[in-house]
T-cell receptor, first 115, second 114 residues
Framework: DTAVSQTPKYLVTQMGNDKSIKCEQNLGHDTMYWYKQDSKKFLKIMFSYNNKELIINETVPNRFSPKSPDKAHLNLHINSLELGDSAVYFC??????????????FGNGTRLTVT | AQSVAQPEDQVNVAEGNPLTVKCTYSVSGNPYLFWYVQYPNRGLQFLLKYITGDNLVKGSYGFEAEFNKSQTSFHLKKPSALVSDSALYFCAVRDGQWDNDMRFGAGTRLTVKP
């Protein structure tokens, strides 16, 4: 069973559209994250959710909105897509947010291409 | 705030030779250090971590890392490289003092040649 799963794997869309990426984890973890990996492979944290509460919003445009229906899911909704949003988006989870020694478990990523 | 640097974009080694991927960090409190590996079209996979205790940490696939507090470094090592070790490697840090999440270095691409 896949521990952290994201759908879709690839997403190609036009500027101005609205899209969502889904993420589910079956590890029983308390915290989930979204990371953006740009074309140079640099990873930047976007959000983290702990017990349905948003913990971090790292200078991310408000066109991006995380939605967590329950502890096992953290979806990413993007409004009015722009060319610069093209990247690979990774969902991740960890056992506890304040357990500093907990590693992150990553999904396989969603490659978003905005044309 | 914490930060981590990987000074080499690319590391090339011959199969069977030892490899080192470098990482330095900056934190206000105690460092919690991690190494991850990313294969093409895959997410990051956890390799090993340093929390406290022995400065030499052993992890998956024969990798190990040495924590050096005076040099604020956490270099990843392997005694004998395999072609299958070729991948992108990320160092990451959490700051034990501040309420901050895991921050990643820019990554180092390791290429092991037969």
């Amino acid at each position: 069973d896949t521990a952290v799963s994201q759908t879709p794997k690839y997403l190609v869309t036009q500027m101005g559209n609205d899209k969502s990426i889904k993420c589910e984890q079956n590890l029983g973890h308390d915290t989930m994250y979204w990371y953006k990996q740009d074309s140079k492979k640099f990873l930047k944290i976007m959000f983290s959710y702990n017990n349905k509460e948003l913990i971090i919003n790292e200078t991310v445009p408000n066109r991006f909105s995380p939605k967590s229906p329950d502890k096992a899911h953290l979806n990413l909704h993007i409004n009015s897509l722009e060319l610069g949003d093209s990247a690979v988006y990774f969902c991740a989870s960890s056992q506890e947010r304040f357990s500093y020694n907990s590693p992150l478990h990553f999904g396989n990523g969603t490659r978003l291409t905005v044309t | 705030a914490q930060s981590v640097a990987q000074p080499e974009d690319q590391v090339n080694v011959a199969e069977g030779n030892p490899l080192t991927v470098k990482c330095t960090y900056s934190v206000s409190g105690n460092p919690y250090l991690f190494w991850y590996v990313q294969y093409p079209n895959r997410g990051l996979q956890f390799l090993l971590k340093y929390i406290t205790g022995d400065n030499l940490v052993k992890g998956s696939y024969g990798f190990e890392a040495e924590f050096n507090k005076s040099q604020t470094s956490f270099h990843l090592k392997k005694p004998s490289a395999l072609v299958s070790d070729s991948a992108l490697y990320f160092c990451a840090v959490r700051d034990g003092q501040w309420d901050n999440d895991m921050r990643f270095g820019a990554g180092t691409r390791l290429t092991v040649k037969p």
